[in-house]
């Protein structure tokens, strides 16, 4: 009887254990697909003609400081554009930055520079499965981003583009090659009275640009020598880009920067527009 008894015991006690391991199991499960689902939304950096990441990084770290993010990744795109991805993006830490490096920074094709920016997006999807991100261009980066999304922003496969920041951008010429300081003006609805050919491409954007889906913020230096541009770019050249998205964007504002740090190559580590980007991309 007593024999009886503790077979018993022994049984409901295995029937515990087993029970309370398929509960951990279904926990552990559980957590796994929690961090799998994830969204990240990075936001991605693209320098400048004939320069390199190393052109990004103030701006980054003043965004590590003010706590937008612990997580830095670079990526790296071939002459061919083959992206290499260095880093990983860690759980938990939804808003990392991604660094992005040209290796040919002299490229003069445009489309070719927009097609490596959407490289670097899909390696991130298929690695990340992002579902949206933010890009940030200074100079040339800004052609990447704008070539970018006048081939790309109807692809309905890739993530959506919530926000841009355009800094320094020659969208309607570079002074002492297509443009001429204090030439250029602008209509009313910001269109410029003559165009280069790359503008006249860019068109294409009042048709393509995502409707209603991008906020954008569009900076720009006045070195207040009189010749109302950055030293490299006419303010006109970089307020064309109004003409182009402003009547798509969610929403669209300019801010001027003005003095000696407001030139073309400074822009990029000026304290005032670090406080643009940190206020305008992660509302620090």
Not at 55 to 65: F, N, T
Not at 70 to 75: F, G, K, L
Not at 195 to 210: A, D, H, I, Q
Not at 244 to 255: D, N, V
């Amino acid at each position: 009887m007593k024999r009886i008894r503790l077979v018993t015991i022994l049984l409901a006690l295995g029937l515990l254990v087993s029970g309370c391991g398929r509960s951990v199991q279904s926990s552990s499960t559980k957590k796994s697909s929690s961090t799998e689902t994830q969204s990240y939304v990075p936001t991605l950096f693209f320098h400048g003609w004939g320069s390199s990441y190393h052109a990004e990084e103030h701006m980054v770290q003043v965004a590590v400081s003010a706590g937008v993010t612990h997580t830095v990744v670079r990526a790296i795109v071939s002459k061919s554009g083959k992206v290499t991805l260095h880093g990983q993006f860690k759980p938990g830490d939804l808003h990392p930055i991604v660094e992005v490096g040209f290796q040919d920074n002299k490229g003069s094709d445009y489309h070719v520079v927009g097609s490596w920016a959407k490289n670097v997006v899909v390696a991130l999807q298929q690695t990340y499965h992002i579902k949206s991100f933010n890009m940030v261009g200074h100079s040339m980066g800004n052609m990447a981003i704008v070539f970018y999304s006048l081939e790309n922003s109807q692809n309905k496969q890739l993530p959506k583009l919530r926000k841009q920041v355009d800094i320094a951008g020659h969208f309607n010429g570079i002074l002492g090659m297509d443009d001429v300081a204090n030439r250029m003006t602008l209509t009313q609805q910001g269109q410029p009275t003559k165009m280069t050919g790359t503008y006249r491409e860019l068109l294409g954007l009042r048709r393509v640009y995502p409707k209603d889906q991008v906020d954008v913020l569009n900076i720009y230096g006045d070195k207040g020598d009189g010749s109302h541009s950055d030293g490299s770019v006419s303010n006109a050249s970089s307020q064309s880009l109004r003409y182009l998205i402003a009547g798509r964007a969610k929403s669209y504002q300019e801010q001027k920067v003005t003095g000696p740090n407001a030139q073309h190559s400074k822009l990029h580590s000026n304290h005032r527009v670090d406080q643009l980007l940190i206020k305008f991309l992660w509302s620090k």
